[in-house]
């Protein structure tokens, strides 16, 4: 009535055994914090209020605005304004410097108007009521990485 407990034998590791236990720990750091400054960079979107505190208005000097802003990619800017206002945003220099607003590539109304920043470049946005562009009621802004 004798039993016997079956312990394993366990063996040192060899050299080469604890070399490439320690690569491929560095090997998952490096993975981890890679993924971690991804994950930073997503969630670092911020949310632009166009004008600031003014919005989206005829009183607001959106270069000065805008010059105090760095947009990314990922961010969203925010159109704040009245019923007698719009935003159309134009598909090109050309046609925000004529405020050509009637080929706009997207037109917005609704008072509180969110566009994402989905890809680096030049954006340009006017407001779509007769004349207020050309009173300098239009901004253009560039988004980067």
């Excluded at 080469?16 to 560095?26: G, K, V």
């Excluded at 925010?78 to 945003?89: D, G, L, Q, R, T």
Aim: glycine share 12%.
């Amino acid at each position: 009535m004798f039993g016997f407990i079956h312990t394993p034998i366990l063996k040192p590791f060899d050299q080469t055994q604890m070399e490439n236990s320690a690569y491929n720990m560095t090997l998952m750091m490096v993975g981890c914090v890679g993924l971690l400054l991804m994950l930073s960079k997503q969630g670092s979107a911020e949310q632009h209020v166009v004008g600031g505190k003014q919005g989206w208005d005829e009183s607001t000097d959106f270069d000065s605005w805008a010059s105090g802003q760095t947009f990314k990619v990922g961010d969203t800017l925010v159109f704040k304004y009245s019923p007698m206002h719009s935003v159309a945003e134009l598909g090109s220099e050309s046609e925000y410097k004529k405020c050509d607003v009637g080929s706009a590539t997207n037109s917005m109304s609704d008072g509180n108007s969110v566009v994402k920043l989905t890809k680096e470049g030049t954006r340009y946005f006017a407001c779509g009521t007769a004349g207020h562009c050309d009173s300098g009621m239009k901004d253009r802004l560039l988004s980067c990485w």
